[in-house]
């Protein structure tokens, strides 16, 4: 698991002002909530006097109490305000003591949490502050529709992104009347290039046999359509097809709950279908469908994985897989050492597979 990132904790949809939530982020257990103006909030579940979880408390918007001993806390901070068991000759210096904070932003309908490398000792630390803001979908006018799905899978982060970004899987998992069939199956060329954190299927021509985009083609009227795909460390995949005037975009993550549990968020935005009937219904039925295929294909597996068989990468269809591999052990080796990462990439790369 990547620690260092800004990761999806939760739809904002469900964090309301009333109630403490309660989350799990790389096997970090999160209480999460809003203050009295909204603004939401993520700290250690945890509370640093006797462990007890900050979630089982009392909120009042500002200040989350403990229900063990009542020592509270500031929601956004985590600085101890008050701890009512000290005398008034006792002169302990409550103000150094701090739950674990977390540094907090919603972005198109999602908390998103930064999880900071394992901090100092839990009591005395402040929040990391991240050297970036939390990712969002890119949108390319002002109106759009945005829908977003969620499913848990139970394997590990690392199957779920290689199975996200797996180019050769989709005949036989996304099998539809309405996408495309097995029977389908040609061979595809596509280029791929480096880009900071990650890489890049550059702009192409999607596959023309998916129904969907032939109906994109004749909706949109355009000559053209290009779709671009990025994937970028710890778990992102960008997504961006333009059609004319018309585009559709996606930002979908594969989240680490704990070391065997995953979760993986979709969240799009489009202007493509906004004046037809049941447009976006019908938009949001394709990606479902496409979720739950994943998240069965991903069960199944996790049953054939119980048992630690050997497994293989070939190329070229598996070389995104490898490229991800690689990108996260030079991650990890820039972490170590303080330098800076190698690409695994030296410049832009063809691959051939069929599908």
């Given at each position: ?24 982020l790389l ?299 690689q990108l ?7 972490r170590r ?19």
């Amino acid at each position: 698991m990547l620690y260092g990132f800004w990761y999806r904790a939760l739809p904002g949809a469900q964090i309301t002002r009333d109630r403490l939530h309660k989350a799990m982020l790389l096997e970090t257990p999160l209480v999460i909530g809003r203050d009295r103006q909204g603004k939401p909030f993520a700290l250690r579940d945890a509370c640093p006097h006797r462990g007890m979880p900050l979630s089982c408390g009392w909120f009042d918007g500002q200040n989350l109490e403990c229900s063990y001993h009542g020592w509270k806390f500031d929601a956004h901070t985590g600085q101890c305000q008050l701890i009512p068991s000290l005398t008034s000759d006792q002169d302990l210096k409550v103000d150094r003591i701090y739950a674990g904070s977390y540094a907090c932003e919603e972005h198109d309908n999602y908390i998103w949490v930064f999880i900071p490398e394992p901090p100092p000792p839990a009591g005395f630390s402040k929040a990391a502050e991240p050297s970036a803001p939390a990712p969002r979908v890119p949108t390319f006018d002002g109106k759009y529709n945005m829908a977003h799905l969620s499913a848990d899978l139970p394997c590990t982060v690392d199957h779920g992104i290689i199975g996200l970004m797996d180019p050769a899987h989709g005949p036989f998992v996304h099998q539809a009347w309405w996408w495309r069939s097995r029977h389908s199956i040609h061979e595809k060329q596509k280029n791929f290039e480096p880009i900071p954190m990650g890489f890049r299927m550059s702009a192409h021509t999607p596959s023309s046999n998916s129904a969907p985009y032939k109906l994109l083609r004749l909706y949109a009227n355009a000559d053209s359509i290009t779709t671009t795909i990025d994937f970028v460390l710890p778990n992102l995949r960008l997504e961006t097809i333009r059609a004319g005037k018309y585009w559709f975009s996606s930002l979908t993550t594969v989240t680490p709950v704990t070391r065997s549990h995953c979760r993986i968020d979709v969240v799009a935005c489009w202007n493509i279908f906004r004046c037809v009937p049941f447009g976006p219904a019908l938009l949001k039925f394709v990606f479902a469908k496409f979720v739950e295929q994943d998240r069965q294909t991903m069960e199944n597996q996790s049953e054939g994985l119980k048992h630690n068989p050997h497994l293989m990468l070939i190329d070229d269809a598996d070389r995104p897989a490898k490229w991800y591999f690689q990108l996260k052990a030079a991650y990890l080796e820039s972490r170590r050492n303080g330098g800076e990462i190698k690409h695994p990439m030296q410049g832009p790369v063809t691959l051939k597979w069929r599908s």
